[in-house]
């Protein structure tokens, strides 16, 4: 079983940054392929950013450019650089561990983080 908790939400005007952790626990966390995801309320939950577990890095048409996934192996931790923020940004960003990774397709497994809220406003 995998638990994972996000951190690093908040309020930004437009143009700027956050920086999202996730950390999960178990010792197997370096074979994990991992997934940023946000949900706006009504909507469906969508892919932001994923990283395999060789850091292979997949981007989201709406994150190129701007966010960067990463992630530490030592720290049991993977992050999400969020840069140039815009106000469609906001969202709760969820974390997702140990999903499948088939070319740049993530599919999430059943371990969610509780979110964490970026509100991008003036």
């Known amino acids: 079983q995998v638990q994972l908790v996000e951190s690093g939400g908040g309020s930004v005007l437009p143009g700027g940054s956050l920086n999202l952790s996730c950390e999960a626990t178990?010792?197997?966390?370096?074979?994990?392929?991992m997934g940023w995801y946000r949900q706006v309320p009504g909507l469906r939950r969508e892919l932001v950013a994923a990283i395999s577990s060789d850091s292979r890095r997949h981007y989201a048409d709406s994150a190129k450019g701007r966010f960067t996934i990463s992630r530490d192996n030592a720290k049991n931790t993977f992050y999400l650089l969020m840069n140039n923020l815009e106000p469609e940004d906001t969202a709760v960003y969820f974390c997702?561990?140990?999903?499948?990774?088939?070319?740049?397709?993530?599919?999430?497994?059943?371990?969610w983080g509780q979110g964490t809220q970026v509100i991008v406003s003036s």
């Open positions: 997702n561990g140990g999903g499948f990774l088939n070319g740049d397709k993530y599919a999430p497994s059943v371990y």
């Open positions: 178990g010792s197997l966390f370096s074979y994990y392929h």
